[in-house]
């Protein structure tokens, strides 16, 4: 397995995410103290994808709001250090109890299919 | 800020992307060891969207192959397990290294902007 690729890879994702988060929150602030900024950052930020790319998003917010870029920048860096290592052991977490659920359909699917296919046999005299 | 929202909603998004790893990590083996099972696995995963929700993901797989479901539960709890703390201080190193970078860029647009404002003021003798 290449864990260091899949290490890089969900680095890169994260880093999008919380990209995107930091732009949701700054959107809530201005909905509060100014619409019509916070109906202009949605507009902006809306479309499919945009933050598959986050860099390539804030490149593009540069020309436009230079100050907005800054406030993101800001926010994304306050989220990513009170997100703190706890983050990863709630993914296990969640992980663990997903995979625990899963594994109980299974078995009942598999038990179901069983006792499905046996019925014609009992049914026979 | 919300903080408790953004990190059950980072913890979902993890999820959901480990769970797309490991469906990559088994494609690549399958490749190998069972080339039409491959190109099975990999039709029935492609297409936008299917791992913002890996449950119902894995809820549609389980109809069509318990097996695959089983391989990839397995996969994506080792990944998660391997990931390690080590995650979150790379992807806020990233970020810091990302934003210092945009910083400059801002500085060096806002320095272009004044140096460009200026030049006609110059030119007046």
């Known amino acids: 397995m290449d864990l ?3 290490v890089r890879e969900t680095a890169k994702t994260l880093q999008d995410y919380l990209t995107y988060q930091a732009v949701r929150q700054i959107i809530a602030q201005l909905s509060e103290t100014n619409p019509p900024q916070a109906i202009w ?3 902006f930020s809306d479309g499919s994808g945009k933050f598959q790319d986050s860099e390539a998003y804030l490149q593009s917010l540069i020309v436009e709001r230079k100050d907005l870029v800054l406030r993101i920048l800001t926010v994304r860096e306050h989220i990513a250090e009170r997100l703190g290592d706890g983050l990863m052991d709630l993914v296990r977490t969640r ?6 659920v899963t594994r109980c359909q299974l078995l009942e699917r598999l038990t179901q299919v069983q006792s499905d296919s046996a019925e014609p046999l009992s049914e026979v005299p």
Chains 1, 2 share one sequence.
Do not use: M
């Open 4 to 6: 260091d690729r899949i």
């Open 41 to 43: 950052l949605r507009q």
């Open 95 to 100: 992980l663990r109890e997903s995979n625990r």
